[in-house]
């Protein structure tokens, strides 16, 4: 940043003799009677809108009003607007005035689709490996087999469940831009770590350090959610409903435990009669994780689900989901198809009795992997 190296002063002569340079830590001050100004020597562009130093020679302030403004004051007040803000922790900047632009979800997917991932594809298990009674029973009675034309859309899915997120890919940044001014309606760019993750219910500055046992598939199914017409109102009544003053929860940690009970339902081949009937992967993974969101959003709402709860609830859901997936995408379909008709709203009947807050750091959240394992048919439907 370049430093301002003239003097600023009015044209008249100052009198009462030389000026005292001004400390990094007081504002200058002004003789409003005689409109005398200090002179202000090695001040950088970045202290003097701190410092009131621009507005006060550029704008009116009670009553006064300067008289003749230096070329440098002008040239100073055109660099200070032109300064771009820096985001911490990557280095990357972003003007304000020119926002990053949204992503969408089939622009993110395709660029998965075009990068090398042969390094995550290589840690997939794409099916749950089954031996002795489990076996036989899950040929005798299971589902049919994955049609062989899917395989490969499967296991794309599941490779990017191994990705990471990773800061210096301007995609990947995209994807956090939109999903956060989606769900806020902010204009404008944020930094890629700060407090701000934690408002949208991700339990850190970093939203990396939360998307175990979903890797970057969890933040595209987060992607799909707001950016899709048909889902972003229930998205954002989602939102609403998990910073209610008492039944709160950590909104983006409860959407990545839904998203590893997506991808255990794809590799268990509960939803291969669903992929082979539609002749697609992705749409169905997609459908099965909003439909199951909804049904969560549904039971914490009606049954005054609390935090406290959380653990239980999603592994009664995760039974539910993974017993009967074409009820939960029904269920789904019916509900966006009432939404659209103004019909419906997930929050339409919801109470609240105070006012809603942000996520709380206090809240101690449950998610799937934390529980001890069972088998889901010990577990209750809801």
Not at 285 to 298: G, Q
Not at 307 to 332: C, H, M, Q, W, Y
Request: proline letters at 5%; charged letters at 20%.
């Amino acid at each position: 940043m370049n430093e301002i190296s003239g003097s600023f002063h009015n044209e008249k002569e100052l009198k009462d003799g030389p000026v005292e340079r001004v400390s990094a830590g007081n504002s200058p001050p002004y003789d409003k009677e005689n409109h005398v100004l200090p002179t202000f020597k090695g001040i950088p562009i970045s202290e003097l809108k701190n410092h009131s130093i621009l507005w006060a020679l550029t704008a009116e302030a009670n009553g006064w009003e300067p008289g003749v403004v230096s070329t440098e004051v002008l040239r100073a007040q055109e660099e200070w607007e032109t300064v771009d803000s820096i985001q911490p922790e990557t280095g990357s900047r972003a003007s304000s005035d020119q926002p990053g632009q949204l992503i969408s979800f089939s622009e993110a997917l395709q660029h998965f689709q075009t990068v090398d991932l042969s390094s995550f594809k290589k840690r997939i298990q794409p099916t749950v490996r089954r031996t002795g009674l489990a076996a036989l029973r899950h040929l005798l009675f299971g589902p049919p087999k994955l049609h062989q034309g899917l395989h490969e859309e499967r296991d794309l899915v599941l490779t990017i469940a191994q990705c990471g997120l990773d800061s210096q890919d301007p995609v990947h940044g995209r994807i956090l831009q939109t999903i956060y001014k989606k769900l806020t309606g902010s204009k404008f760019d944020c930094a890629l770590h700060g407090d701000h993750w934690e408002d949208l219910g991700f339990q850190g500055a970093n939203p990396a350090t939360d998307l175990r046992g979903a890797g970057f598939l969890a933040l595209l199914h987060l992607l799909y959610l707001v950016m899709d017409s048909k889902t972003l109102l229930m998205a954002q009544e989602i939102f609403q409903l998990s910073r209610h003053h008492i039944q709160q929860f950590p909104f983006c940690l409860m959407s990545v435990n839904i998203t590893r009970i997506a991808i255990q339902a794809l590799r268990e081949e509960c939803l291969t009669r669903e992929c082979n009937r539609q002749q697609k992967v992705i749409p169905v993974v997609n459908s099965f994780y909003a439909a199951t969101f909804l049904r969560l959003a549904h039971v914490w709402r009606t049954q005054q689900k609390t935090i406290s709860d959380s653990g239980f609830v999603l592994k009664d859901l995760e039974a539910l989901a993974k017993k009967n997936p074409r009820r939960l995408l029904k269920t789904l379909e019916i509900y966006l198809a009432r939404v659209s008709k103004g019909q419906a709203s997930l929050l339409g009947t919801l109470k609240c009795y105070g006012p809603q807050t942000p996520h709380s750091k206090d809240l101690t959240f449950t998610g799937v992997c934390d529980l001890s394992l069972h088998s889901s048919e010990g577990a209750w439907p809801i």
